[in-house]
């Protein structure tokens, strides 16, 4: 019984690496970018979120509409001024190197807005969940949303990719840059499109990170981004269903290695598994297949 | 004490200016015995003659609240003992300077309230300052007295005496809270094996609980990568059946051992120490979840012994604000420096040098009551012995735990 606490625990926590794992392995299928500061888009998403729900006294669903619009704007903004410039530079470490310094930017700047202290998040989602076998087991409602939310995004996202024009034009734009525009695509409007979801998609991500862990800092978006980052490479970065399970794994190894080896050395355990999968399978649990790719 | 960036308001910043006490270096008694030894060759006349006790502090800035508590305590504890004939019959002089919670800015601080002709230091008011500050009164063999700098190194020299536990000492001091009161028969410990603060309260908790009247069932730790999901330390505390837990980390990583814990639907009772004050703060937090939390806080403003009653009322007035800890602890300081100068019969005319060597002998032959402790004593090494006191959380605010 106690293990299925725990794997239910896990779950939890997997379903939001899960849907932080989608922004990362979007951006990256389309853009081959990585950009580092999706943590910190869901960090700006979160305080929108706090900022509008608190003006309004309580009403969260504007909050995360406004969230939603702003972080888009944030996202397509970002890449027009700090990634479009250099995506013809001779290496592409500059534009991993320029994602890291927004990345930093947005956290210095919402340490100067909203301070270092922290803040406490109201969930948005008001359903407290259900529970199982006479109270032992006790599903979130935050946790039941998210893997549904998740699941929605990922279905979405599937078919925005492979029935419309625009998604066609992303899959066109991200196996070849060049032949694409040869093509009559417009790259570069097809890229910001992807920022724009991509953006979207944290802001989402957000409002379920800090429902979940209702602790808000400007460093709120940075620790879940990198392990996100991590669950998108052991699912197959670029690989959309990779992401999703990828996301969950990491979640629930994380818990059991708390649980059952030793609750400090989870991290290492989880970057270790990390490793010998890559070396096992390269290009991550899903990555191999190509048109699995978005 | 790390706890840094309490919203504060940006009027703070116009006022503070270091002023010297009004009505302070006037008429002392005539009647001064004059056993000096070792006059110093600036001497003024003897009826002028006065103690000049300095401080520091940040009173500006992100910690501005927890320098002018210091400052103002030590302040308004220096204009009692005035009121009430000086020490040994001779007024004193304050001084306060501002750190800015920088520690080069402490040592010029320092330096700006030697020139002023300090002979006793309350402060630095923060660790880091006090460890920088206390580099150069060991030069200067300057008595310091700390009231509020937990780190352990802030009292690695012989002429720096501290109020407050250090930070590795709370757990002692938690662990001997919680059997002396019964608190708990099973105990589950959270910590934050990445921090230094946490590991030592963590470590020196351990050592003190064996043979006490309760258990460790659990101890589980995390670090600062891995601090949103509390659930697997939580479970694992419910499961082994810990009915108090004891939380030696900040109040930042507590908001969210809380909220998981209710949501899980498990209530022990939660102990922290002073890097959960402050808990109560968190914008939009639900302080019903912080409802019964205990923490080990050397001073509740809400106590009904006179001292603190007076004192608190006495602060009010003249502040404008209930004062915290760092007050309390601030105000104790200046008494002690009082009663030890009192108890070894010294005098303003001693140079810094002899008063000191003086004062680190008191220091460890006084026993000193105040608002932190009825009963306190110091080690030669700086640390002070006496007795735990914490405070519960009630509606909201803190009360004096029984």
Redesign the interface.
């Known amino acids: 019984m106690?293990f299925l606490?725990?794997l239910i625990?896990g779950l939890?926590?997997g379903s939001i690496y899960a849907i932080i794992a989608l922004g990362y392995t979007m951006v990256y299928g389309i853009a081959k970018m990585l950009n580092f500061a999706h943590g910190d888009f869901i960090m700006v998403g979160c305080y929108i979120i706090?900022s509008v729900t608190?003006a309004l006294s309580g009403n969260s669903a504007i909050g995360i509409i406004a969230a939603i619009v702003l972080c888009t704007l944030l996202g397509i903004t970002t890449e027009f001024v700090a990634y479009r410039p250099l995506r013809g530079a001779a290496s592409p470490l500059a534009v991993l190197i320029t994602a890291i310094g927004v990345s930093y930017f947005l956290e210095n700047v919402a340490l100067l807005i909203f301070?270092?202290?922290?803040?406490?998040?109201?969930s948005v989602i008001k359903w407290e969940g259900f529970t199982l076998a006479d109270?032992q087991l006790?599903i979130?409602g935050v946790t039941i949303v998210t893997i549904l939310v998740s699941v929605v995004v990922l279905v979405v996202l599937q078919l925005f990719i492979k029935k419309t024009k625009q998604g066609q034009a992303m899959l066109a734009a991200s196996e070849d840059k060049g032949a694409a525009a040869l093509m009559g695509i417009n790259v570069n409007r097809t890229i910001m499109l992807t920022f724009a979801i991509g953006s979207a998609l944290a802001a989402i991500a957000g409002a379920l990170l800090c429902s979940a862990?209702?602790?808000l800092?400007p460093y709120t978006g940075a620790?879940?981004g990198i392990k996100a980052f991590v669950a998108a490479v052991l699912g197959g970065i670029g690989s959309i269903p990779g992401a999703m399970i990828g996301g969950l794994m990491l979640g629930i190894i994380?818990?059991l290695s708390?649980?059952y080896i030793s609750?400090?050395l989870?991290?290492a355990i989880v970057f270790g598994i990390l490793v010998i999968v890559l070396l096992v399978k390269p290009t991550g649990i899903l990555g191999k297949v190509i048109q699995e790719k978005v | 004490m790390k706890k840094?960036?309490?919203?504060i308001s940006a009027l703070v910043a116009g006022v503070m200016t270091a002023s010297m006490l009004a009505g302070c270096g006037s008429s002392a008694d005539n009647s001064q015995t004059a056993t000096t030894e070792q006059a110093e060759g600036e001497q003024a006349a003897a009826d002028t003659l006065t103690f000049k006790i300095g401080a520091i502090g940040p009173l500006t800035g992100g910690a501005a609240a927890y320098g002018n508590a210091v400052c103002n305590a030590a302040e308004l504890a220096v204009s009692e003992i005035n009121a009430n004939g000086g020490i040994n019959g001779y007024q004193v002089e304050y001084s306060k300077e501002d750190d800015e919670l920088n520690a080069e800015k402490s040592v010029n601080a320092y330096n700006t309230l030697k020139d002023w002709g300090m002979q006793f230091l309350v402060g630095s008011t923060t660790s880091a300052c006090s460890i920088a500050v206390s580099e150069y009164t060991k030069n200067d063999n300057m008595f310091q007295l700390t009231p509020s700098g937990s780190a352990v190194d802030c009292v690695k020299y012989d002429n720096v005496f501290r109020v407050c536990f250090s930070d590795p000492n709370q757990g002692i001091a938690s662990a001997q809270y919680i059997s002396d009161h019964n608190l708990a028969t099973k105990v589950g410990i959270i910590y934050d094996?990445s921090d230094v603060y946490s590991n030592g309260i963590y470590q020196k908790f351990t050592e003190e609980s064996a043979g006490k009247n309760y258990e460790i069932v659990s101890a589980?730790?995390?670090?600062q990568?891995?601090?949103?999901?509390f659930?697997?330390?939580l479970?694992?505390a419910k499961?082994a059946g810990a009915d108090l837990v004891f939380l030696p980390i900040y109040y930042?990583d507590a908001?969210?051992i809380l909220?998981q814990a209710n949501?899980?639907?498990y209530s022990p009772v939660f102990f922290g120490v002073d890097g959960m004050d402050g808990i109560l703060?968190?914008?939009?937090?639900?302080t019903a979840l912080a409802e019964g939390v205990m923490l080990l806080t050397p001073f509740a403003a809400d106590a009904t012994d006179d001292l603190t009653v007076n004192f608190v009322s006495q602060y009010q007035a003249k502040y404008g604000e209930v004062p915290n800890q760092f007050a309390a602890d601030a105000y104790d300081a200046v008494y002690i420096i009082k009663q030890a100068i009192e108890a070894k019969n010294l005098t303003p005319d001693m140079s810094v040098s002899d008063l000191c060597e003086s004062m680190k002998t008191a220091m460890t032959e006084i026993e000193a009551t105040g608002l932190t402790s009825s009963k306190m004593t110091w080690e030669a090494s700086g640390e002070p012995n006496k007795e735990p006191k914490a405070v519960v959380i009630q509606n909201g605010a803190y009360v004096s735990a029984q």
């Open positions: 106690s606490t725990y625990s939890s926590l706090f608190g301070g270092a202290d922290i803040k406490s998040f109201s109270g006790r979130q862990y209702p602790s800092s620790m879940p994380e818990i708390k649980t609750s400090q989870s991290d | 840094y960036r309490k919203v094996s589980e730790a995390f670090t990568d891995n601090n949103t999901d659930s697997v330390q479970q694992k499961d930042k908001s969210l909220t949501t899980m639907g703060t968190v914008d939009n937090f639900d």
